[in-house]
């Protein structure tokens, strides 16, 4: 194949564009930057010259090359040094190094800054072309590979996304299937129906004033929409017994929470409001059951939901005695902030009560 043939091939090859014609010639010696530039022009490339490395990098941020031809040797910025730059602003460049001397250790080097070929100075007009072709193909395949892996990359993102909604449509199903539950199991006592929705709304007000995140806060919602499911396998004679508990029937009750944790096992997505259902009769001071854990062992989750399930249950009127104002019960659980109740979140249910962030708190 002739000069002509051959720089024709390539003048009419098309990569990434038509701006990748353009070819940036970097030679401190003019000479060679003019003949080399001369040549180029007349295969069909737009070929522009920097005589520095400066020169080039200022040239480099104001358009887009396919190519540079660089010589290793110049004043100041050598090549070595410039060709990292450049291919920091154009990480598609291909680099074609040129070298008045022919050494391997200059060569590896070259190649090992970001450099696809290396020649020797004088250049062979016909080994250049072939030069470019090379780094032509070579890049053609870069930039194919990574389309084709920016492709997989968002199909995977994209269909990870769906199967994450479909998973959220199915938990929400599922947690609303057992919030149903709960609330068929509470309207069958007169002084419990309801209770899940008002410690549900209380413990998202009490989340929001302690300015957790979004997700948390939903978290929390959900652990106390569900806290209380263990308890449909309770026997009824103790759950409705108007008196106070046996040593044993006390026991039994306590053994919701483990029940509720085996129903709800199956929900991995919720882990974090399945330790909140865990936690939510621990107290502060390490009185508290299942685990018996005090302070910040308890989930955070936890600790609200036992200030919001003990304010609730105050507010609420029972078969041996009357509900107790918004007002009265705040003044009352002071006293257990500190030991059943976690200070900081027995604050946050101050602020909530006092501005009434919440309405509907009582059964009444």
Known sequence: MTDSARGGALSNRVIGGPETKRILVVDDEETIRLALSKFLRSRGFDAEMADAGQAALELLRQGHYSLMLCDIRMPGMSGLDLVPQARALHPDLAVIMLSAVNDVPTATESIAVGAMEYLT???????????????????DLAVEQRNVERLIASEVSRRTTDLERERSAVVASVVDSIAHLVAMHEAKDPFLSGTSLRVTALSRAIAEAMQLGEVQVEQVAIAARLHDVGKIALRESVQNKPGALSPEEYEHVKDHVRIGLEILSPLIQLREALEYVRDHHEHWDGTG????????QISLGGRILCCADAFIALTSRRAYRPAMS??????????????????????????????????GLTAD
Do not use: C, F, W
């Not at 100075?121 to 890049?139: C, G, M, T």
């Open 289 to 296: 059951y299942p685990r018996g854990v005090m302070g910040e």
């Open 121 to 139: 100075k004088p250049v062979d007009l016909q080994d250049l072309l072939a030069a470019i072709e090379r780094v032509a193909n070579r890049r």
């Open 326 to 359: 918004l007002e009265d019960t705040v003044d009352y659980l002071a006293a257990h902030a500190g030991g059943l109740l976690d200070p900081t979140v027995y604050a946050a249910l101050q602020t909530v009560v006092s501005e009434r962030r919440v309405l």
